[in-house]
């Protein structure tokens, strides 16, 4: 593959309850154990940090989608629900589940639209095959 972007960030400390910057400084946060994984909460995590970069690149796809089929898009979203657990060996594996709200239009159309941004998107095509993504289409 023949990069056209890199993105580079650091984590240190404490893994999970340490630091992450990213090199142009525009992330710099400490990370916190979520309080379900016997943690103090309050702060980022990991997961969240996947499941907001997967919704905005899921939606960036969606709309490069729409406009590739030449499909007006308005008032888009999409939500990201991130989950970990163990994979029964001794570790821990994730599962995705993507909320694709577009209104205005039927919902063939939509959920076909979320099928092809499923396709092209990078963090989609990163997982395939590697654990369970759910796509499911909403109008609201």
Request: with cysteine.
């Amino acid at each position: 593959m023949e990069a056209i972007y890199t993105a580079e960030a650091l984590a240190t400390g404490a893994g999970r309850a340490g630091h992450v910057t990213t090199k142009d400084g525009l992330l710099d946060v400490d990370l916190q154990i979520p309080k379900e994984m016997g943690g103090p909460g309050g702060g980022l995590n990991p997961e969240e940090l996947f499941a907001a970069g997967y919704a905005a690149c899921f939606h960036s796809a969606l709309q490069a989608v729409a406009r590739a089929q030449k499909v007006k898009l308005e008032d888009t979203s999409v939500g990201s629900r991130v989950q970990i657990g163990s994979n029964g060996d001794g570790g821990y594996q994730l599962a995705v589940q993507l909320e694709v709200v577009i209104p205005h239009l039927a919902h063939d159309d939509a959920q076909a639209l979320a099928d092809a941004a499923h396709l092209v998107c990078p963090y989609s095509n990163a997982t395939r095959g590697n654990i369970e993504v759910t796509v499911t289409v909403s109008e609201d």
